[in-house]
Structure formats: structure tokens, C-alpha cells
């Protein structure tokens, strides 16, 4: 059975990230995307965990190369996602998670209609712009871009397949852990089964005729 492509995506301080993680280190069968971004990389970050760091030269030619699925320029700093790692990974079976920003999610959306789309919201918008302002991660001007962007980004909720209100994070993990499991086991999903067992529809109108 080819691999389901989950794509998480919500407002920067929604909390995304962090539930990513703690979904990741409860299930084995799902790995996670690691994206390209030119962002500096925070002090809590490693290169090819969390993101590929490199140089605004290096993703240009990996752009050109048509390397990304897709990629967005969001608050100065390009992100893009690897087209030939997700799509490897889906078809030898595997599972894969991607963390990206609304606008990329919608591009994605575009070219994989089967993916699963998973929207990440906090509270409140009051709570969301008190989030962004404890965090310290970004200076003046980056701050105000990020809570003038989740306006649009948060008008963007009803494109996705599900919503995850932030309220508490151990209770956020659960639902996206319930959202992957409950994505494998769909009947949709999983017709090599299914096909051992329809010749019992025609069995069981032949009994109904006699």
C-alpha cells in the first residue's frame, strides 16, 4: 500500500511543530520532511533535523533543478520541500509528515489531492499574538509580519480536512496521532483487502435469489 502524505500546517506559535514531534515520537510508521529553508538556524536546531540550512545561492539552484514540491518565501527566508523525498518515501510504503507554512500546504494540495491536510489553530487570536510575543525569536518587524499573516492564514481553515485547536498540547499530540491511525485503517485506503473478499457480494445475492 503506497505511503499517505499528512500535511500539517497553522499560523507561526499555533504550536505545529512542537505536536509534530511529540506525534513522531509515539508512531513508528511515519517519518517526518525535513524542509529547505535560508532561515538562520535558531539555537535549538539541527541541520537535517530540523530543517536543511543552506544559502539563499544553494535553494535557488535546487529550485531551478525543480527539486521542490513546493516552496514559499515566508517573512524574508524561502522554504521548500523536497519533491523527490516525499514522493520515494510514499511509494515504497511509508508514511510522510510535512510541517509548512498555508500558503505552501495549498500548493501541495494542488498536486497531491490525496494528502491528508491538517490545520493547527490557537484559542484565540489574542493568545496566538501573546504566544509569538513570549517566544523572543523574532525582532520587531518580523513579529508584526507573522500576526498580520495569521489573519489570512487562519481565513484559510475550511481548505483543510482537519482542525486541531491548540488548547493543550498532550491532548493536541493525541488527536494527530488519531488522525494518522484513523487515515490508514479507511476502507478507501485499503483495497488490496478489500478485493480478497468481494467475491462474497456475489455469493450473497445468489443466496438472496434462492
Sequence with gaps: MEGILFVMSGPSGAGKTTIVKGALRELEDVEFSVSYTTRPKRENEVDGRDYFFVTKAEFEELRKKGEFLEWQEVHGHLYGTSKNYVKSKM????????????????????????????????????????????RHTEGKEDLEKRIE?????????????????????????????????????????????????????SVARKEERT
Design 149 to 201: 499573516d495569521a489573519k489570512y492564514e487562519l481565513s484559510m481553515i475550511s481548505e483543510f480536512d482537519y482542525l486541531i485547536v491548540n488548547h493543550d498540547v498532550d491532548q493536541s499530540i493525541k488527536q494527530l496521532e488519531s488522525i494518522i491511525i484513523a487515515e490508514q485503517i479507511k476502507v478507501s485506503r485499503r483495497g488490496e483487502f478489500v478485493g480478497k473478499y468481494k467475491f462474497y457480494k
Design 91 to 134: 511509494k515504497s510504503g511509508v508514511n510522510v509528515l510535512l510541517d509548512i507554512d498555508v500558503k505552501g500546504a495549498m500548493s501541495v494540495k494542488k498536486q497531491i489531492k490525496e494528502a491528508v491536510f491538517i490545520f493547527v489553530a490557537p484559542p484565540s487570536f489574542k493568545e496566538l499574538k501573546e504566544r509569538l510575543i513570549k
